[in-house]
């Protein structure tokens, strides 16, 4: 029943708004960030000192500054956090977990079909902004450095570095999975998703570093910072003929590192929706 | 005849709440049962554990023969069923594809079977209309086509007439009746007691939990020669009337005594000779309404 419950969900999935609206927000927001950084440049109050960023925005460099706005530690995670809560959370308020359930659907399989989807939406949801800002950058790069060399994008590891942004929300997912299977309130799942997205990983996780030491050893391993630190990879897609290598304020974990620390936080989130889902009584 | 659906002793604790206290049923196949109660009786958690829904504190439940709980729910794919106070759909899908993703989930539904249920139900004209939208009446009766587009074998139903107009019950009605003689079992759960009485072969009566009484819709209308007493020590007075010559059953049920076979004079003076008085003597009604209110509310 799993193949039938999988395209049932993505069928729901597609047709429901949020999830295109959510592309368009993030779109919107890289049109926006890159078009007043190309203004700037053009309008000539960029200094030589302020100049470099408009770099961010040129071919390769704008593919990495796309990808950042859908990653864990950018917008990515808040838009992951709600789509999470309308999936799921809303089916106890409308009664259609049930639905399920007594059309004989394991309740492992229901869950199952849900994740699986939300993957691919995790996907989608890294694909459009890299999209929309990588014709954008291709678009306005002869203006600011004189020519466009496709070439100077590694597409392979452009293709990795989808992954990998899209790796780096599956903790939310999987925290939010959970919220919903506990609170079976959408209000409340977002609720919470939310506060935990922007006040612990906005707010405390950054003061944590500021006084460094334990607090921001710990720090690292909150999912934000894991992100930050598959984030650090994505810099893989510009082939620089002189080597050189964004640097990060941050000293993040090994990627490797981050990467284990993902997956640890999605089977324990994961399992204990799935441990409770199991053990809830539905009703309607 | 074999049993479709069975349940031995199902009982559902809440904490302090006995929401179901052992009930134990047996519905057999191509039979229509009624599940009559007042609001909140434990009809709808009966049924939800009856639909792997909710985890009974006790008890089995088997369908076509086979153990069903929340985590064995492979017997529930030959079942379809319509539960809650309103059906489950997905508003921002059209009623047709609210009946598609049903059918999505059991091989072998057509797109002709599709259209086919939309016909049963009248909602063929409001096929592409967001169910969202809908009356309180039409989400029942898309409801009820998402129960029985894939042809279940047994039919679960919570109050499948809730919202309709007259017409629209009748259609249910008969509806339910052409599916029962074509072999499909229904249960059905229902406040519209004259409803039960024209389709439903045997009903059971549930009252805080516990079934009050269950048989044949004739039978328990007729009562036989069933006569109900009220009296002070129920227990004193079911030992004495099993003493009482051509009596077929003594049933004590809290602070009633029901006796088959005699008739309320004999029952009465019986009782009289060894000094129990009853408050209250119920003789046999012979409507449904009525039966379900004395059975009800004696045992309040």
Redesign the interface.
Known sequence: ?FA??V??EF??LA???LLWIEMIVLGGLIVMFFGSLFALHESGLLTEDTSEVSDVIAWPDGLITALGFASGQGLGGLLVVILVSVVVAQEYD???I??????????RTVLAAKFAVLLVAAVLLTLAPLVIGGLFSAAITPSIVGELDLSQANFGELVLSVLRTAYSLVPYIALTFLFAVLTRSMAFSIGVGVGYALVIEGVVSQLMILVGGLPEKIAMWLPGLMAGSLSELNQQIVLSANGEEREFIVEYLDPNLAAVGIAVYTVIFLGLAFWRF??Q???? | MSTTLKTRHLRKYFGEVHAVEDVSLDIDAGEVFGFLGPNGAGK?TTI?MM?????PTAGEIEIFGQPVT??Q???????G?L???????????SAR?NIQ??A???PGVTSARIDEVLELVKLTDAAKRKAGKFSTGMKQRLGLA?ALVHRPELLILDEPTNGMDPAGMREVRNLLRALAENGTTIFLSSHLLHEVEQICDRVAVLNHGAIVAQGRVSELLSGGTAVRVRVSNPQEAATLLRQLPGVEAVEPNGVYVTVTGCDSQTVVAHLAQHGIIPSEVITPQNDLESLFMQLTQEAS
């Open positions: 029943m039938p419950m395209k049932t069928k729901k047709r429901r708004k409308w009664g259609t049930g639905l399920w359930l007594h059309q004989g659907i394991s309740r199991q053990k009584d539905i009703s309607g | 709808t939800g639909l792997g829904l909710i985890y929340p985590s729910t492979a017997p529930l794919q030959r079942v069923a539960v809650g106070a309103q059906p489950s759909l997905i508003p921002y899908l594809d993703i049903i999505d989930l059991h998402m």
